[in-house]
């Protein structure tokens, strides 16, 4: 079956701690995103990568890192510097930038103890 | 900086009516706008993809309009279920230099069902 993997489902995290969640897709997409989900509030990009060795800041980026070593992976570093971490993260990708459907992960639910 | 707004926020009908979700944006510069099904602590389902040149897209019991110039999209669902309870998120994605480089999203249109 083709689709968006994430993992952990939930994450606990201590203050000052990093956390990296994980993102796999097997779409062979070239582009893949990472929102986040707030209550109340639309999902907002935190970084996308249109191709691999790439990747660029979305809206609320401060305090994430990403990486995209290869096509199918993902992965989001959530680091200390990041002050209300607590949130619902999202994964997506499409097959490029600007083009086609973003079809999403499960997503990862992150809570800061 | 493109603003989605979706009405109502909330709706609550009976089993079987058919029912409209609206959704409108403030820059009509975008490349497609695409309609979301999220259920409770889930990912999201992607329902429609309208591209900016197309009017309309239908699947199965759910149509999708969209009218780029007066920065409007509706989602229509005929003959609705218990089944269809969830939030429904439109989102548009922005031409470059538009201040986005993903989808911009609505807050969603959380729909009830009644058996």
């Known amino acids: 079956d083709g689709g968006i993997t994430q993992s952990p489902k939930y994450l606990f995290r201590k203050e000052g701690q990093n956390v990296t969640l994980s993102c796999e897709q097997n779409l062979n997409h070239d582009a893949m995103y990472w929102y986040r989900q707030d209550p109340g509030q639309g999902l907002r990009l935190i970084y996308y990568?249109?191709?691999?060795?790439?990747?660029q800041k979305g809206d609320i980026a401060e305090g994430y890192s990403v990486s995209r070593e290869k096509k199918e992976s993902f992965p989001l570093t959530v680091t200390s510097a990041q002050k209300n971490p607590t949130a619902f993260y999202l994964c997506?990708?499409?097959?490029?930038?600007?083009?086609?459907?973003?079809?999403f992960g499960p997503g990862t639910r992150l809570t800061v103890l | 900086k493109q603003e989605v707004t979706q009405i109502p926020a909330a709706l609550s009908v009976p089993e079987g009516e058919n029912l409209v979700l609206n959704c409108s944006f403030t820059?009509?510069?975008?490349?497609?706008l695409q309609w979301f099904r999220q259920d409770p602590g889930k990912g999201l389902t992607s329902l429609l993809l309208?591209?900016?040149?197309?009017r309309e897209q239908t699947s199965g019991r759910l149509n999708a309009s969209l009218d780029k110039s007066s920065g409007r999209s509706t989602l229509y669902i005929a003959a609705s279920q218990p089944g269809d309870s969830a939030t429904y998120l439109c989102?548009?994605?922005?031409?470059?230099?538009?201040?986005?480089?993903?989808?911009?999203f609505g807050k969603g249109t959380h729909l009830i069902i009644q058996p």
């Open positions: 997506a990708s499409s097959i490029r930038r600007q083009v086609g459907e973003q079809f």
């Open positions: 820059d009509s510069a975008i490349y497609n």
């Open positions: 990568s249109q191709i691999v060795n790439d990747f």
């Open positions: 989102a548009v994605y922005q031409v470059e230099g538009g201040g986005a480089d993903g989808l911009t």
């Open positions: 309208i591209q900016s040149s197309q």
